[in-house]
Structures are given as C-alpha cells and as structure tokens.
C-alpha cells in the first residue's frame, strides 16, 4: 500500500500537540522523527527497494519514537533503563490503544504486526533472530537511520540535557574500564555496562559499529557528527586519554569497514 504521508505527517502533528513543544526534550524528539523518517528513505532507496517499500521505511521511522512522548511525561527521562522500553511503550500505544488507525486507513492485520515487530525492536540491542528476511529488512533500516541521528542529537542538544546531569559531573566523568573494553571489541555497549554519564556518550558513539548498510556509514561520514562527538571536551586528564584511545579504535574501524565496502 501507498502511504499518505501528508496525511501521516498531519496525525503525528496533532499527536504531539498535547506535549510540551517548548520542553527540549519534546522539541528534540519531534525534529529527530522527522530526520529518522527521512534516513530511511534515503536507506531504502539505497538499497533499490520499490516505491511501496521506500514509502513503508519511511513510516517506520515517522512512528518509530511514539512511546518517547509519554516516557518523558511519566518518567522525566529518555533512559530506558530508567523508566520503561520506549520502543514497547510506542508499539503499545500503537497497536494495543488503536493508534495506529488514525496514521492508516483499516490496516490489515498483517501489516499492524509487520510494524510492531519492526519498530518494537528499534532501540533493542540486537534483531531477534527469528524475525523474516523482510522484516529484518526494515528494522534494520529503522535502526540505522535512528543510529545515524543519534550522534546528531548529541552534538546539537546539550548533554546535560540527554543525560539529566550537570555540567560538572559530564564533565569531570570517567570512562569505565568495561565500556572501554567493550568499545574496543568493535559493537555497541550493552545499557547495563554505562555507569557515569561519558559512558552514555561512548554508548552511543559505539552505535556506528552496528551500521549495517553502507550508505549507513557514508552518511555519518558526510555529517560529521561522529567526529564532533569524539572530540568530547572533558576536563578530566584521564578522560581525554581514552577519548584519544577510543578515537583511534573508530577511526581503525571505519579505515577497515569503508576499504571493505
């Protein structure tokens, strides 16, 4: 089926309306689904899929963070390890509430479980294994292009705003031993691990290791967020060493990855 994406865009609109526009972390999210949905066009079109198909990716990002609206007005966080999964919360809202009827007209049964599993896996640290060739196809667009944008949003939105913590602390923190050995073993880094504050900017920096398509990781190259981001201006000694480390680590990767492809 054709996506109406006016139509979409004008339902996401009014859902967002009840928030909190002038709240950073409301306007951030909002201006994030939109770049999102635009990521996975990009990704789709890459990959030579069919118009259908290149307007569905896009529909995935456009509801991908709907349950990030309620997290933050229920829990004053976007850290999920805080508050709730947002990508459950979002498919919930979609698919259990009915949501999802008022963005598509009677969709079928088989396209509403098609997106709950793409998008409830969003921001899961792997695929589930036993999803279809399909849709591991389209969630792994959605998690690229969110991947993508999340170095974005934490160069452009201030840190202390993402992670709730003062300046002092952000920048006074220390990477743990763990995140840095886990960095170093070339994949994203476990919630559970992230203990201080940079830990949570090493996080997310580790993200470019799971880019799966790559267009994925021209994009980030082009944007120049990741270097920005790695170039993270603590004032800890301790901590500028293992940025300096850490720097080295992606760059040897992106090196291999972008020769390989």
């Given at each position: 089926?054709?996506?109406?994406?006016?139509?979409?865009?004008?339902?996401?609109?009014?859902?967002?309306?009840?928030?909190?526009?002038?709240?950073?972390?409301?306007?951030?999210?909002?201006?994030?689904?939109?770049?999102?949905?635009?990521?996975?066009?990009?990704?789709?079109?890459?990959?030579?899929?069919?118009?259908?198909?290149?307007?569905?990716?896009?529909?995935?990002?456009?509801?991908?963070?709907?349950?990030?609206?309620?997290?933050?007005?229920?829990?004053?966080?976007?850290?999920?390890?805080?508050?709730?999964?947002?990508?459950?919360?979002?498919?919930?809202?979609?698919?259990?509430?009915?949501?999802?009827?008022?963005?598509?007209?009677?969709?079928?049964?088989?396209?509403?479980?098609?997106?709950?599993?793409?998008?409830?896996?969003?921001?899961?640290?792997?695929?589930?294994?036993?999803?279809?060739?399909?849709?591991?196809?389209?969630?792994?667009?959605?998690?690229?292009?969110?991947?993508?944008?999340?170095?974005?949003?934490?160069?452009?939105?201030?840190?202390?705003?993402?992670?709730?913590?003062s300046t002092d602390d952000l920048m006074?923190?220390?990477?743990?031993?763990?995140?840095?050995?886990?960095?170093?073993?070339?994949?994203?880094?476990?919630?559970?691990?992230?203990?201080?504050?940079?830990?949570?900017?090493?996080?997310?920096?580790?993200?470019?290791?799971?880019?799966?398509?790559?267009i994925s990781l021209k994009i980030v190259?082009?944007?120049?967020?990741?270097?920005?981001?790695?170039?993270?201006?603590?004032?800890?000694?301790?901590?500028?060493?293992?940025?300096?480390?850490?720097?080295?680590?992606?760059?040897?990767?992106?090196?291999?990855?972008?020769?390989?492809?």
């Amino acid at each position: 089926m054709m996506i109406n994406k006016s139509h979409v865009m004008d339902i996401f609109a009014e859902y967002v309306s009840h928030y909190n526009a002038q709240d950073e972390k409301v306007k951030l999210k909002i201006e994030h689904t939109y770049r999102v949905a635009g990521l996975c066009e990009r990704i789709a079109v890459s990959e030579k899929l069919s118009q259908e198909d290149i307007s569905l990716a896009w529909l995935c990002g456009m509801l991908h963070d709907i349950g990030r609206f309620e997290q933050l007005k229920n829990y004053g966080t976007f850290i999920d390890a805080d508050s709730i999964d947002h990508a459950l919360l979002g498919a919930e809202i979609l698919f259990d509430e009915g949501k999802i009827q008022d963005y598509l007209e009677q969709p079928s049964d088989e396209l509403c479980a098609f997106l709950r599993r793409v998008i409830s896996c969003h921001s899961a640290y792997r695929v589930p294994k036993d999803y279809d060739e399909r849709t591991k196809l389209f969630a792994d667009i959605l998690r690229d292009a969110d991947k993508i944008d999340i170095l974005k949003v934490n160069v452009e939105v201030p840190l202390e705003e993402i992670y709730n913590v003062s300046t002092d602390d952000l920048m006074q923190a220390e990477v743990t031993k763990e995140v840095m050995q886990s960095f170093s073993e070339e994949h994203a880094i476990l919630r559970a691990l992230k203990r201080t504050p940079v830990d949570h900017v090493v996080g997310h920096i580790s993200l470019v290791y799971e880019l799966v398509y790559p267009i994925s990781l021209k994009i980030v190259k082009e944007q120049g967020y990741l270097d920005k981001l790695m170039s993270f201006p603590s004032q800890n000694l301790k901590t500028r060493e293992q940025f300096k480390q850490l720097r080295g680590m992606m760059q040897d990767y992106i090196n291999r990855s972008c020769h390989c492809s």
